[in-house]
């Protein structure tokens, strides 16, 4: 298991007018910078930061609306949330980070890799909701909101019983209380990254000039036919397929995405 989360220092940063809540695995060494998904939180990279801590500082901040960071009234695009992790990188002067994002936290990453590509060493997209606007308008419309606004409020085990009986083998307990309490840390607020249009992914991944690897499942977001066209306009961009998983690829799948992640980070 490596160290226990207890042992990694928590803090605060102010950066881009909020506080930004973020736990750090430490060292004197090369900086990983991991962005959750919607409904999560940091912590919940857990299981990853405890593979990969001996050779990294693994940094896992809570995004705006998230965990412990701060709720503003407005601003939860996409751009919003790459302001406040390129005011972080800056504000804690790490040097060239890695960036990992999965799912909500692989747009911003590629969002941030467009625009500041000097700040990052190389970039790892998670399955990212790389969709067409047709696709965005039946996320949008769809009754996320509402089931995570009757969730709200709801005592954490009733959360964690829902989630054991929806993945009686394939999660381990940890990871289970850890999604709950990050849901339940979740404001309303955060879902308005779901409104439309979001940014255009070809263009960004066109535009990025990075070292980069997309990791997928087989059953995610993120089809072959996407990937082989990104990598047709970025012939910077690495592809790897994971199969039997889905679009939580780093849940569904740890070990294959650990190991993916760290064949990156060593060869680049």
């Known amino acids: 298991m490596g160290k226990r989360t207890a042992e990694w220092s928590q803090a605060v940063c102010a950066a881009n007018g909020i506080e930004i809540f973020y736990t750090r695995t430490g060292g004197n060494k090369p900086p990983l910078l991991l962005l959750h998904g919607l409904m999560t939180n940091g912590l919940c990279w857990s299981g990853l930061a405890r593979a990969l801590e001996d050779e990294y500082d693994v940094l896992m901040p809570d995004a705006r609306g998230h965990g412990r960071s701060g709720v503003p009234d407005f601003g ?17 002067r790490l040097s060239r980070p890695v960036l990992l994002g999965h799912s909500m936290g692989g747009m911003t990453a590629a969002v941030v890799a467009n625009r500041e ?71 309303m607020a955060a879902l308005d990254v779901l409104t439309p249009p979001y940014p255009d992914h070809e263009r960004l991944m066109k535009g990025i000039d990075l070292p980069s690897l997309l990791i997928f499942g087989d059953r995610g977001v993120v089809s072959s036919a996407v990937a082989g066209e990104l990598r047709r306009l970025n012939p910077k961009l690495q592809v790897e397929r994971i199969p039997e998983a889905g679009h939580a690829v780093q849940l569904d799948q740890p070990e294959r995405f650990a190991s993916a992640v760290r064949s990156f980070l060593q060869n680049n």
């Not at 939860?76 to 804690?92: C, N, P």
């Open 76 to 92: 939860y695009g996409y751009e919003d949330h790459a302001r406040d992790v390129i005011a972080l990188i800056k504000d804690l």
């Open 117 to 187: 590509p000097g700040l990052l060493g190389g970039l790892v997209l998670a399955d990212p909701p790389f969709i067409g606007p047709k696709i965005q308008r039946e996320v949008r419309d769809s009754d996320v909101a509402d089931k995570h606004r009757r969730l709200l409020g709801r005592p954490v085990g009733e959360v964690v019983a829902e989630a054991r009986s929806r993945h009686p083998d394939d999660r381990s307990d940890e990871t289970l209380e850890l999604l709950a309490r990050a849901r339940l840390q979740t404001s």
